[in-house]
Antibody
Framework: EMQLVESGGGLVQPGGSLRLSCAAS????????MSWVRQGPGKGLEWVAN????????NYIDSVKGRFTISRDNAQNSLYLEMNSLRAEDTAVYYC??????????WGQGTLVSVSS | QSALTQPASVSGSPGQSIAISCTGT??????????VSWYQQYPGKVPKLVIY???KRPSGVSDRFSGSQSGNTASLTISGLQAEDEADYYC??????????FGSGTEVTVL
């Protein structure tokens, strides 16, 4: 069974940094594009970034460009999201996702990031 | 990239059919990618895929869910509405900028 488990969320002050991790199991990570999606409290879903099979292609929404970095370690079956210069508006549950094609066929349970002083 | 436009709420009585629209532009929904997928989310839960590639249904999803597209607008139709369909629904599309964009979300209420 495919499974994604996120970790690394927590409370951080504005301007601070966090590194989210996502452990994949039940499938071969290197065969798939992966993505991060977030959902602010009481808000809708927002696509954040994705990365191709070997990490050579990365795409981001404008609001996180230059602040967030997506990466992967296929040998460790792990996906990461390095988040710097965090803002209050980055407060959200962050989900790790696997692509099945154009769509997401596996979601993690999410990890909460709270940016507040 | 602005969110795709969905109605904030749609309601219907049990047994009725409802449709949720997802309107974008020629750079996303109408861009020829046939990439629109739909997710159902209950409060506090992880979203679940109900339609992918515009009109394909994953194994295990009720055939009461169907998808379609015309131009820049995709639609999710739920027929034979049931109480268990009460949830939030989101569309998402690939875009010409090589990023994805979600819809604003629709709350479905079963009267």
């Amino acid at each position: 069974e495919m499974q994604l488990v996120e970790s690394g969320g927590g409370l951080v002050q504005p301007g601070g940094s966090l590194r989210l991790s996502c452990a994949a199991s039940g499938f071969t990570l290197r065969n798939y594009w992966m993505s991060w999606v977030r959902q602010g409290p009481g808000k809708g879903l927002e696509w954040v970034a994705n990365i191709d099979h070997d990490g050579s292609q990365k795409n981001y929404i404008d609001s996180v460009k230059g602040r967030f970095t997506i990466s992967r370690d296929n040998a460790q079956n792990s996906l990461y999201l390095e988040m710097n210069s965090l803002r209050a508006e980055d407060t959200a549950v962050y989900y790790c996702l696997k692509y099945g094609g154009w769509y997401f066929d596996c979601w993690g349970q999410g990890t909460l990031v709270s940016v507040s002083s | 990239q602005s969110a795709l436009t969905q109605p904030a709420s749609v309601s219907g009585s049990p047994g009725q059919s409802i449709a949720i629209s997802c309107t974008g532009t020629s750079s996303d929904v109408g861009g020829g990618y046939n990439s629109v997928s739909w997710y159902q989310q209950y409060p506090g839960k992880v979203p679940k895929l109900v339609i992918y590639d515009v009109n394909k249904r994953p194994s295990g999803v009720s055939d009461r869910f169907s998808g379609s597209q015309s131009g820049n607008t995709a639609s999710l139709t739920i027929s034979g509405l049931q109480a268990e369909d009460e949830a939030d629904y989101y569309c998402i599309s690939f875009t010409s900028r090589n990023i994805y964009v979600f819809g604003s979300g629709t709350e479905v209420t079963v009267l």
